[in-house]
Antibody, heavy 121, light 114 residues
Framework: EVQLLESGGGLVQPGGSLRLSCAAS????????MTWVRQAPGKGLEWVSS????????YYADSVKGRFTISRDNSKNTLYLQMNSLRAEDTAVYYC??????????????WGQGTLVTVSS | DIVMTQSPDSLAVSLGERATINCKSS????????????LAWYQQKPGQPPKLLIY???TRESGVPDRFSGSGSGTDFTLTISSLQAEDVAVYYC??????????FGQGTKLEIK
């Protein structure tokens, strides 16, 4: 059974940093692209960033480009999202999700339970 | 970016009746070289993460009940629940993966019981 467990969320001040982690199990982690999707309170889904199975290719939404960095450690079956220069509008539940292929995720599933990031002073 | 627009925003259907949710993309998501539509559907129940239902516009994910079906091509797509069950109350999202990146979602359709 595929399991994805996010951690690292919390309350941070504007301009601060957080690193999210997503521990994966139940599948060959390095064979699949992975993705972060966020959902602001009461709002819809917003794609944030994706990374290929090898880690060689990364992709970002314009809203986070230059501030967020996606990475993965295939030896630890773990996905990361380093978030710098955080803004109030980054407040959301952040989900990690398994992609459909190795090179590009295409579709997303399964998803983790999510971790809440709150940016506020 | 491709804009995904769902209709209606909310929908109330009686138990056992058919529910239909529409999704329109601002440009075609049909890739001519493989004749595949780059579109997925998700279900999000209250307090839960989204769940993948359908990809390639009409391929059901493993374990998804066959009352869920996807159809359409090009720019117009439909998610149909043939006989609504109480456990289908959720928000449903479409998502395109034709332009990568960015991936884009529809705004969501809230499905309730009438």
């Amino acid at each position: 059974e595929v399991q994805l467990l996010e951690s690292g969320g919390g309350l941070v001040q504007p301009g601060g940093s957080l690193r999210l982690s997503c521990a994966a199990s139940g599948f060959t982690f390095s064979s699949y692209a992975m993705t972060w999707v966020r959902q602001a309170p009461g709002k819809g889904l917003e794609w944030v960033s994706s990374i290929s199975g090898s880690g060689d290719n990364t992709y970002y939404a314009d809203s986070v480009k230059g501030r967020f960095t996606i990475s993965r450690d295939n030896s630890k079956n773990t996905l990361y999202l380093q978030m710098n220069s955080l803004r109030a509008e980054d407040t959301a539940v952040y989900y990690c999700a398994k992609g459909g292929t190795m090179t590009l995720p295409h579709w997303f599933g399964p998803w983790g339970q999510g971790t809440l990031v709150t940016v506020s002073s | 970016d491709i804009v995904m627009t769902q209709s209606p925003d909310s929908l109330a259907v009686s138990l056992g009746e058919r529910a239909t949710i529409n999704c329109k993309s601002s440009q075609s998501v049909l890739y001519s070289s493989n004749n595949k539509n780059y579109l997925a559907w998700y279900q999000q129940k209250p307090g839960q993460p989204p769940k993948l239902l359908i990809y390639w516009a009409s391929t059901r994910e493993s374990g998804v009940p066959d009352r869920f079906s996807g159809s359409g091509s090009g720019t117009d797509f439909t998610l149909t629940i043939s006989s609504l069950q109480a456990e289908d109350v959720a928000v449903y999202y479409c998502q395109q993966y034709y332009n990568t990146p960015p991936y884009t979602f529809g705004q969501g359709t809230k499905l309730e019981i009438k």
